[in-house]
C-alpha cells in the first residue's frame, strides 16, 4: 500500500533532539511504528510529562549503539521487515572530553549505525552535524563551503560525515545544525539563561567576552525537528531539485533560523527579561582572554558558581536538574557560527515557523525550567 506510514528508528531518541523528534512525530500521528534507543533509561532523562507517551514503554530500547553486539538488536524488528528512516541523534553532545570519548561516541557510533542501515537498505538516514565544522568567514557558510571545524565535537563530526558518504549504499542525509534552544534546553542558551539570574541575584551587570557582533546563529527545536522530518520524506521522495553535480553527491542541509542570532542580540533579550545590564568586554580584556582563557574560564566559573548553588539551595531545590551557568572554554571561543538556510528553503521548500529568537521564545523556556522546578 502506498499510503503506509513510514518506520522510524532514533538513535539517541532521549537525548534533546531525540525526544522532540518523536513527540512530533507521536503528535502529527506520522509513523507506522517508531523505536527509540538510547543508553540512558527513560526515567533518570530529565522527561517532562508530554514526553512520556512519545518516548516510553514499548517505544523505548535500552542499548549502546557503539557497541558492536547491540547494533543488531537495535535494527531487528519482531515482523522481520527493516526500518524505513534511521535517524542518528546519538554521539557526544558534553563539551570538554577527550578525544577518545569523541571518537566512539560520536564518530565509531555514527559509522555502526550507518553501516548496518546501509546493509538493511534503509530508505533514509539522517546524519545529525554541526555547523561548527565550517571556516568562519565574513558571510554565512553555505553547504559547499571551505571546513575547518573549531570544537572537539565538529572535528569528530566532520570524520563521521566523510566516513558515512564513503558506505556504499547508504541513503545518507546530513543536517549541520546551528545552536538550537527551545523549551528544557540545557545547553548554550541555558548557560547564558542561568548565569543572567546570578547576575540578576548579585545585581551587577553581566559582560559578555568578544563582541555584540559575534554571530551566535540558532534553531528553534521545533523548526529542527521539522526540518529533519521534512528532509527524510524529501530523500524518500526522489530528492527532487538535488543536482549531485552542483551540490555534490551525498544532500547536505544546513538548519539555521533567519534572525542572524549574534551576541548583542542574545544580550538584549536577557537584558530585557531579567532586567539587568548586559555588556562587552571590549578589546583589552578580550585581548587577554584570547591568550588566557583557561584562566578568564575559570575566574567567571568561580564567580557564578557558587551563587547558582545558593540561588538552588533558597529556593529548595535539592535535586539539581540538567542547568548549570558553568562555561565551557569551547563555547567561549572568539568563532562565529554563523550559516546560511537558504538551501534547506529552496531544495525542500522548508519554511521556519520560528524565524528568529524573540523574547518570547526565551520566556517560554524558562517557563519550561519552572514546570520542571528546575529554575530558582
Request: net charge negative.
Amino acid at each position: 500500500m502506498a499510503t503506509e506510514k513510514p518506520s522510524v528508528l532514533i538513535i539517541g531518541g532521549l537525548g534533546y533532539i531525540g525526544r522532540f523528534l518523536a513527540l512530533h512525530i507521536q503528535k502529527n500521528d506520522l509513523a507506522s511504528e517508531v523505536r527509540l534507543v538510547d543508553k540512558v533509561l527513560p526515567q533518570l532523562a530529565w522527561l517532562a510529562p508530554e514526553f512520556e507517551e512519545a518516548c516510553s514503554g514499548d517505544k523505548f530500547m535500552q542499548a549502546d549503539a557503539t557497541r558492536e553486539q547491540a547494533v543488531t538488536r537495535i535494527f531487528d524488528r519482531p515482523d522481520g521487515k527493516q526500518w524505513d528512516y534511521v535517524f542518528n541523534c546519538g554521539g557526544e553532545t558534553r563539551y570538554s572530553q577527550e578525544d577518545e570519548v569523541y571518537k566512539l561516541r560520536s564518530k565509531e557510533l555514527s559509522l555502526a549505525v550507518g553501516r548496518e542501515a546501509a546493509k538493511r537498505k534503509v530508505k533514509c538516514f539522517v546524519e545529525l552535524s554541526t555547523g561548527m565544522v565550517y571556516k568562519p568567514d565574513s558571510s554565512p557558510s553555505k553547504e559547499g563551503d571551505k571546513l575547518k571545524p573549531w570544537s572537539k565535537i565538529a572535528v569528530f563530526k566532520l570524520q563521521a560525515e566523510e566516513e558515512l558518504a564513503k558506505i556504499e549504499g547508504l541513503n545518507l542525509v546530513i543536517v549541520r545544525l546551528a545552536h538550537v534552544y527551545g523549551p528544557y534546553a540545557s545547553q548554550w542558551v541555558a548557560t547564558a539563561l542561568c548565569m543572567a539570574r546570578v547576575y540578576q541575584h548579585l545585581e551587577e551587570e553581566m559582560k559578555w567576552l568578544w563582541t555584540k557582533d559575534l554571530r551566535t546563529n540558532t534553531a528553534h527545536i521545533d523548526d529542527v525537528t521539522r526540518a529533519l522530518w521534512d528532509t527524510a520524506k524529501w530523500y524518500d521522495a526522489g530528492k527532487a531539485k538535488w543536482d549531485p553535480k552542483e551540490m555534490g553527491t551525498t544532500p547536505t542541509f544546513n538548519v539555521v533560523d533567519d534572525g542572524m542570532t549574534t551576541q548583542g542580540a542574545m544580550a538584549d533579550v536577557i537584558g530585557e527579561i531579567f532586567n539587568i545590564q548586559t555588556g562587552f568586554q571590549g578589546t583589552i580584556v578580550s585581548t587577554f582572554a584570547r591568550l588566557n582563557l583557561d584562566s578568564v574560564v575559570d575566574d567567571v566559573n568561580d564567580e557564578v558558581l557558587g551563587p547558582w548553588a545558593d540561588l538552588l539551595a533558597d529556593a529548595g531545590i535539592t535535586r539539581a536538574g540538567p542547568l548549570t551557568p558553568f562555561m565551557e572554554k569551547e563555547l567561549l571561543k572568539d568563532t562565529d557560527l554563523s550559516m546560511d538556510g537558504s538551501r534547506l528553503k529552496s531544495v525542500v521548500g522548508f519554511e521556519y515557523q520560528k524565524p528568529k529568537m524573540t523574547k518570547e521564545l526565551i520566556e517560554e523556556v524558562i517557563e519550561s525550567y519552572k514546570k520542571m522546578k528546575w529554575w530558582p
